[in-house]
Nanobody, 118 residues
Framework: VQLQASGGGLVQPGGSLRLSCAASGNIFRIVTSGWFRQVPGKQREWVASINSGGTTNYAESVKGRSTISRDNAKSTVDLQMNSLKSEDTAVYYC?????????????WGQGTQVTVSS
C-alpha cells in the first residue's frame, strides 16, 4: 500500500489550502483515514479523521476551520483548511488503516509542508 500526499504550500494567514492523499495497492477496504501534523522538535499530532461510515472527528485546534472528506471509489482523503493561522505551519501526514489480504495495517504518507506566513 502506498500513499501519495499533495496540496501543501505557502499561504498567507487567513487563507485556505486543500490537502489530498491517494492510496494505492491491493486494498480491500479503507477503515479509517486521517491527517496528522508535526513541527520540528514536537511530537506528531492528530488533526482530523474520518471512518468508513463517514463519521468525522477534529482536533480542537482546527475544529470549525477544517473539513475532512473521503472518496471511497478513488481511495482518497482530503483535508480542506480555511482561516489558516501561523500555528498551522507544519508537515502534514496522511494516515490510513486498511484491510488487505495480509490483514489490517496502518500506513503513512510522505508528508507535505504547509507554511502559513505573510
Amino acid at each position: 500500500v502506498q500513499l501519495q500526499a499533495s496540496g501543501g504550500g505557502l499561504v498567507q494567514p487567513g487563507g485556505s489550502l486543500r490537502l489530498s492523499c491517494a492510496a494505492s495497492g491491493n486494498i480491500f477496504r479503507i477503515v479509517t483515514s486521517g491527517w496528522f501534523r508535526q513541527v520540528p522538535g514536537k511530537q506528531r499530532e492528530w488533526v482530523a479523521s474520518i471512518n468508513s461510515g463517514g463519521t468525522t472527528n477534529y482536533a480542537e485546534s482546527v475544529k470549525g476551520r477544517s473539513t475532512i472528506s473521503r472518496d471511497n471509489a478513488k481511495s482518497t482523503v482530503d483535508l480542506q483548511m480555511n482561516s489558516l493561522k501561523s500555528e498551522d505551519t507544519a508537515v502534514y501526514y496522511c494516515n490510513v488503516v486498511v484491510d488487505t489480504i495480509r490483514g489490517r495495517s496502518a500506513y503513512w504518507g510522505q508528508g507535505t509542508q504547509v507554511t502559513v506566513s505573510s
